[in-house]
C-alpha cells in the first residue's frame, strides 16, 4: 500500500493528538495575549494551524471510515488503540475553548456539543470493553487509558457556558473519580510489572493533564475561585511535571514517533493552569512558571510538526508497521 488512498488505511486515530497539542498551544497563546497584546497574531495563527489540521485529519479519517471500515472497527476494539479515538472527541472540545475566549460563542456551542456527544459515546464503549472484556492484560494498560475517560474533564471549561451546571458536574464527576483508579491501576502496572514499550514512554507526560486540566475546570465550575482543593490539584500537577522533566533523559533517547506528540498537550495544560492560577492569585511565580513551559512547549511543536512532516514525507507514518 504506497499509494496515499491507500496509506490512509492506516491513518491511525491518535494522530488527533497533535490537534489537542497545536489547539492547548492556542489557548495558552489567546490567555498571553490578554497581558502581551503583541500574542494575538500569534494565536490567530496558531489556532488557524489547529483547525486546518482538524479539518484535514477529519476528512482523511472519514475517508478512512468509508473505504476501510474493517480497519476503524480494529482499531475501536483493539486493546490500546481504542484508548486514543476519543483525541476526536476532545480536540473538537479544545476548539470549542479557544473559539469561546475569541468570543465566538455559537461556534464554540456547536463544537462543544458534538464533542460531548462524541466523548460520552466513546467513554461508555471503552468503559463496556473494560467490564466486559476477555482480552485485557496488565501490559495493555498505559497512560493513554486517561484519554477515553478522564478526558471527560475537560467537558465543564466551555460548558458551563452551554449548558446547565448540573450536566457539567456529571462530567467533571466521571472524569475525576476515574482519575484516581485508572492512576492507581497505572502505578501499579509500571511498578510491578514489565516495562512500556518504547513507542508508548511519551504517553507518560500524560499524568500531568488530569490535575491540571481538573485544576482548571473545577475553577470553571466554582466561578474561577481558587481554594484548598483547586490548589491541590495545580501542585500535583507541578510535581507531575517536576517528575517528568527531571526523567528527561530518558525520553530523549527514544526514536521518534507519532506517540511523541503525547508529549505537547499536558504541557500546553500546564501553561494554561499556572496562566489562570497567577491570574487568580495574583502572584507573579506562576506566570514565570507559565511562560517557562509555554517557551518550551512552543520550540516542541514546531519540532515535532517538522519531524512529522518528514516521516509523512518518508512514508514512516500510515503503514502497516504502525
Known amino acids: 500500500m504506497n499509494s496515499l488512498p491507500q496509506r490512509i488505511a492506516y491513518l491511525p486515530a491518535s494522530f488527533f493528538g497533535m490537534v489537542m497539542g497545536m489547539t492547548g498551544l492556542s489557548i495558552a497563546f489567546i490567555h498571553l495575549s490578554h497581558h502581551f497584546s503583541q500574542f494575538t497574531s500569534a494565536a490567530s495563527i496558531s489556532l488557524a494551524v489547529s483547525v486546518t489540521a482538524m479539518v484535514i485529519l477529519s476528512l482523511a479519517y472519514s475517508y478512512k471510515t468509508l473505504r476501510f471500515f474493517p480497519e476503524v472497527r480494529a482499531e475501536l476494539k483493539h486493546p490500546i488503540k481504542m484508548n486514543f479515538m476519543p483525541a476526536f472527541s476532545i480536540s ?11 468570543q465566538q460563542p455559537e461556534l464554540s456551542k456547536w463544537l462543544w456539543t458534538i464533542g460531548t456527544v462524541l466523548q460520552i459515546t466513546l467513554t461508555y464503549w471503552v ?117 517528568m522533566l527531571i526523567s528527561v533523559h530518558k525520553f530523549s533517547k527514544l526514536e521518534f514517533a507519532l506517540s511523541w506528540w503525547a508529549f505537547t ?17 495574583g502572584s507573579g511565580i506562576y506566570n514565570v512558571i507559565g511562560y517557562s513551559l509555554h517557551a518550551v512547549l512552543t520550540l516542541l511543536i514546531l519540532a515535532l510538526t517538522y519531524r512529522t512532516l518528514l516521516a509523512v514525507r518518508g512514508k514512516q507514518i500510515c503503514n502497516d508497521k504502525h
Open 92 to 102: 473538537l472540545l479544545l476548539l470549542s475553548i479557544a473559539f469561546y475566549a475569541l
Open 127 to 243: 468503559l463496556y470493553n473494560w467490564v466486559h472484556h476477555d482480552f485485557f492484560t496488565p501490559e495493555h494498560s498505559n497512560p493513554s487509558w486517561f484519554i477515553p475517560i478522564v478526558g471527560n474533564i475537560i467537558v465543564p471549561i466551555a460548558g458551563v457556558h452551554h449548558a446547565p451546571l448540573e450536566i457539567n458536574w456529571f462530567f467533571f464527576s466521571v472524569g475525576f473519580i476515574f482519575w484516581i483508579i485508572v492512576k492507581a491501576v497505572l502505578v501499579n502496572r509500571i511498578i510491578f510489572h514489565a516495562p512500556m514499550q518504547d513507542r508508548l514512554i511519551p504517553t507518560l507526560f500524560i499524568f500531568i493533564a488530569p490535575p491540571a486540566v481538573g485544576f482548571i475546570s473545577y475553577l470553571a465550575l466554582n466561578d474561577q475561585q481558587v481554594n484548598q482543593f483547586a490548589m491541590m490539584l495545580y501542585f500535583f500537577a507541578l510535581a507531575m511535571t517536576l517528575l
Open 265 to 281: 498537550f499536558p504541557i500546553a495544560a500546564m501553561v494554561i493552569a499556572s496562566y489562570i492560577m497567577s491570574n487568580q492569585t
